[in-house]
């Protein structure tokens, strides 16, 4: 363990951890607003946002944007900035309401019981990635870069990034859009009220499948962002980059408490922080051991999380 | 006088219709006495010992032996992946505990013969294969033990993550530790003893055959014995969890330990799956456990009809028959072998939809699995 | 009566049919259906002062009461008055949050559900909780494996202590079967009962675990009186037996018919307490039960 090298890169890699947290909180959205609904780990998520990022950078490379392309000047990174995002969200927001058409619609239509869920998720989940495995040879792929990054701000010896600024702002934007969506208009009543008890919502009129396939689409915008934002920090996309992230992302959700979605945000920027110090400790290949022993301890000792759980019961 | 199976009872007045109905092959089978069914039994596991000759039967043979691969090879995959489904079975079959991380159980079998065998091992101790068979099950149903013993009390779906995240944690530890080599792997791990009566080992490199009939042999005993804990209170106790673990427990079952036994049979019939392979194999590597390969186990489970034996014998044998047999054919400029984590992962999702119950229904699964909706409390 | 046989013929698990070809043992069953109960002194079950909350809500509030031996005593009041909650505290499936329960002098709270299961009392469900895809048979062996003692290894190799076992469960399991007046449906899926024969299965499995107090949570719920009448009988024959019965009735006629002590309910209160002649014309049991009329001051 390596606690010299936390302690010097302390401001590093808290603000790196924001940035991280900020991608995982959006992707976290996602499974916490299908299991908060569904009650349901949609495994399948980590593959909507495999593809939305992929779709960016295959966008983006049509175009002749590739990874190894000079940076575009400010009106071309806000172009194709756009762009990505448009192409992102749209393919994770229709891959997400698939799924839920494909793979669980019917499974709910005859009430199976949770298990049977569980086990359509993991396999829609090995489909899809290896699906793409299979069509992108399982190779890395590099991504272009949009924005030449340079140090903004600096607090202590720590720099922050106009690339961290960025995601830690697009991030928050998409979240105060969610929340605010959600408590503040009517599709976002129909949302909480299937969340609370889907019968009696049913009885209120709320069309069930509507609402599913709004909170899949929902999760998939979320994620689709999260997608952009992540090829765009870390350069590279491959076939199963979504898995990792999507522990993560789940781990998120249940440390800010499942179904909660200003915990998914908490929990998100929480766990990225964490992990990063755990890679300054460890080394940065176990930094998603961390995760992984992070949501073990988490559901042995506080299963409802930080902010505590808007619907339902970790425990059995 | 009193019948065995098969007549009848015409229901008393007012009752519900009490009889399943009797399906098929299964009812057919019920049906027969005990001594017709005990040579059937018999005729099929001299046919399995049979299998290696697959090829001189005329018409079929060829067409079912595997092309890319040969035969004995193809055939001993079957089987350690049918002990793998076997395994898995008795946890998620048996004992309703979703375990997607069942890789780690085989690569602890694995890793513990590596570790205790291998020239390239940090231990030095070079043991015979056979010698490292007792510690291996002990380590991996230890591993079983730790992954059962925090997890227990949790949900279904959490269970489910915190088991794949134990396969992942032990993956990486073997990517990344020293004493695990990562993917630089362990080699020239002992075969099994025993020479033929020419001096040559009777498992060599070359032909899979003898390890293929190692393998059935395993299978045969591990059958056996989950037989017996089947038909017993462990067995009634795992279905009652299953069915409905808060009864269950007010009934005075001990739902921790029953759990925690599922999960270290589970394992230590992994192990023994890891054992197996490592004697045949000589070679392993942190690339060997996959995260896909746990999901493709489930997959036969699922398929083979979960919660029942023969049905994860079936599905164990088809995740690994079916790929091997599409080896050498060219599907989109690969070797079709390369989708076979894809078909699975679709036929997962159109048995779950159409077939839950899976090609071999357990009595009891088919009627869990389907519709529940017509199942409300009586009145 | 009609043939007694065993349908299940499922490849896979005999323990239905454990030997397939020995007929059931036909005739009236043996006196010892039900295990004999050892004597207790003092009183059998105590509950000491409970209260129960759950965020808000106190479901039971100071609640204290006691049974001795050998009764049968009624737990009645209206809806939502924390009867069940009462047997779920019982039983351990909730912690109280103040007060204790005591049984046989030993401390229940605390425990876990099948340790309590082992000391003594056994229930059933108001919403049955039978196992719906095993036999009847399987349902009541379950039960009495309770008191079983052959571990995983020793049912692994079958080894005598098992073999044993195994046989004494499926014949008093049988037996019991026969108690309840179930016996000729014992083959069949738990699911495919009738109704009153589910009832009458889950007090048999619940006897398997040979328990010195029975907790009948509403067993009478959704009877025709005649159902009633036999389940009054079996109750009977039950606390013959020596076992103690603690119900939960909505039906006065039967609860006053059958108990000899009751407790009264409501809103999670004691109300009341004593025969079945004195709670009957206790104002407070009327008032709650019927409310108290517009005019009264």
Not at chain 2, 310 to 327: E, M, N, T, V
Request: with cysteine; proline share 5%.
């Amino acid at each position: 363990m390596d606690f010299s090298s936390l302690f010097h890169e302390f401001g590093e890699l808290t603000i790196t951890g924001l940035a991280q947290g900020s991608i995982i909180a959006l992707f976290a959205l996602g499974y916490t607003l299908v299991y908060g609904v569904l009650r349901l780990i949609n495994f399948a998520h980590s593959e909507v946002f495999t593809i939305g990022a992929f779709t960016a950078v295959i966008t983006w490379g049509t175009l002749g944007l590739n990874q190894d392309s000079p940076t575009p000047g400010p009106a071309g990174l806000i172009g194709y900035l756009a762009l990505g995002l448009v192409v992102a969200t749209m393919a994770s927001g229709i891959t997400a309401v698939i799924i839920e058409l494909v793979a669980y619609r019917p499974l709910r239509r005859r009430n199976a019981p949770p298990l049977a869920f569980l086990i359509t998720a993991i396999g829609a989940s090995i489909a899809l990635s290896e699906l793409v495995g299979v069509l992108t040879n399982r190779n890395n792929r590099g991504v272009p870069r949009l924005m030449k990054q340079a140090s903004l701000v600096h607090i202590g010896d720590a720099n922050i990034t106009n690339l961290q600024i960025l995601i830690i702002v697009v991030a928050l934007v998409m979240m105060v859009g969610l929340d605010f969506f959600i408590n503040h208009t009517r599709l976002g009543r129909g949302v909480r009220a299937v969340a609370q008890n889907a019968d009696s919502a049913a009885l209120m009129g709320v069309n069930k499948n509507r609402v599913i396939s709004l909170v899949f689409l929902l999760g998939g915008l979320m994620a689709g962002v999260a997608a952009v934002m992540y090829v765009m920090k870390i350069g590279n996309i491959r076939y199963d980059s979504g898995f990792y992230l999507g522990v993560e992302a789940f781990t998120a959700a249940v440390l800010g408490g499942i179904g909660n979605l200003r915990g998914a945000l908490l929990g998100g920027i929480a766990l990225g922080v964490i992990e990063n110090y755990g890679a300054g400790l460890f080394g940065t290949q176990w930094h998603s051991v961390v995760a992984f022993v992070l949501l073990v301890l988490v559901l042995m000792f506080r299963p409802t999380g930080l902010l505590g759980e808007s619907l339902g019961r970790a425990r059995a | 006088m009193t019948t065995t199976a098969g007549t009848p009872q015409s229901p008393a007045a007012g009752t519900p219709e009490s009889k399943q109905p009797r399906g098929g092959v299964r009812g057919w089978l019920g049906n027969q006495p005990k001594s017709v069914r005990w040579l059937l039994i018999a005729l099929a596991v001299l046919g399995g010992y049979l299998l290696p000759y697959l090829a001189d039967v005329p018409v079929l043979g060829p067409q079912l032996i595997t092309q890319g691969i040969d035969w004995p090879s193809a055939l001993f995959n079957m089987a350690y992946y049918v002990l793998l489904a076997l395994g898995l079975n008795v946890v998620v079959g048996f004992a309703g505990l979703l375990d997607l991380g069942y890789v780690g159980f085989f690569a602890v079998g694995a890793y513990s013969v590596a570790l205790l065998s291998s020239p390239d091992s940090v231990l030095g101790t070079k043991w015979v294969w056979i010698a490292t068979i007792p510690v291996a099950i002990a380590c991996a149903m230890l591993s079983g033990l730790i992954l059962g013993w925090p997890t227990l009390r949790l949900r279904g779906d959490y269970l489910a993550i915190v088991t794949l995240g134990f396969a992942e944690i032990i993956r990486i530890t073997a990517d990344s530790s020293q004493t695990l080599r990562g993917d630089r792997g362990f080699a020239a791990i002992p075969h099994p003893p025993g020479k033929s009566p020419d001096g040559t080992p009777i498992f060599g490199v070359r032909d899979a055959t003898p390890y293929f009939w190692l393998g059935l042999t395993i299978i045969i005993v591990v059958v056996l014995a989950l037989r017996n804990l089947d038909r017993s209170r462990v067995g009634r106790s795992w279905l009652a969890i299953r069915e409905d673990e808060e009864a269950a427990e007010i009934m005075g079952v001990r739902t921790v330990k029953y759990k925690l036994w599922a999960f270290a049979i589970g394992a230590c019939i992994g192990g023994f799956g890891g054992v197996l392979f490592t004697g045949e194999q000589g070679f392993i590597n942190s690339a060997t456990f996959q995260l896909q390969f746990s999901i493709l186990v489930l997959a036969g489970v699922v398929m083979g009809g979960s919660g029942n034996m023969a049905g994860a014998i079936l599905g164990g044998a088809l995740i690994s028959y079916i790929p091997d047999r599409l080896r050498g054919v060219e599907l989109f400029n690969r070797d079709a072998y390369q989708y076979r984590f894809l078909l699975f992962g679709v036929i997962i999702i159109l048995i779950m939809i159409f077939r839950p119950q899976g090609i071999v229904p357990s009595r009891r699964r088919e009627l869990e699995l389907k519709d529940r909706a017509k199942e409300v409390a009586p009145q | 009566m009609s043939e007694p046989h065993i349908e299940s013929t499922e490849w896979e698990n005999e323990a239905a049919r454990h030997r397939v070809d020995q007929p059931f043992p036909t005739g009236p069953a043996p006196a010892a259906a039900v295990a004999p109960v050892r004597p207790v002194e003092g009183a059998l079950l105590e509950v000491d002062n409970v209260t129960l909350r759950f965020g808000g809500v106190v479901a039971l509030d100071q609640v204290s009461f006691s049974l001795g031996q050998g009764e049968i005593f009624g737990l009645i009041g209206p809806n939502g008055a924390g009867k069940t909650t009462c047997f779920n505290a019982m039983t351990g499936v909730y912690r109280p949050t103040l007060g204790e329960i005591r049984f046989a002098g030993q401390r229940v709270t605390g425990h876990k559900k099948h340790e309590i299961t082992r000391m003594g009392i056994a229930r059933t469900f108001q919403n049955i909780r039978l196992f719906p895809e095993m036999t009847a048979l399987e349902n009541v062996m379950v039960g009495a494996d309770a008191h079983h003692k052959t571990s995983v290894l020793g049912a692994l190799f079958q080894v005598p202590r098992h073999r044993r076992e195994e046989a004494q469960g499926r014949e008093g399991s049988l037996r019991l079967l026969d108690f309840v007046e179930v016996r000729h449906r014992a083959g069949d899926l738990a699911r495919n009962l009738s109704y009153g024969e589910q009832r009458r299965l889950e007090i048999a499995r619940a006897l398997a675990t040979r328990p010195t107090l029975l907790c009948l949570d509403e067993p009478a719920a959704g009877f025709n009186p005649a159902e009633k009448t036999r389940l009054l009988e079996l109750i009977r024959r039950i606390r013959d037996t020596g076992v103690t019965i603690l119900l939960i009735e909505h039906d006065m006629r039967l609860v006053m018919g059958v108990t000899d002590r009751i407790v009264v309910l409501e809103f999670g209160k004691k109300i009341a307490e004593g025969t079945p002649a004195e709670v009957r014309d206790d104002p407070k049991v009327i008032a709650a039960y019927l409310g108290v009329p517009a005019d009264a001051a």
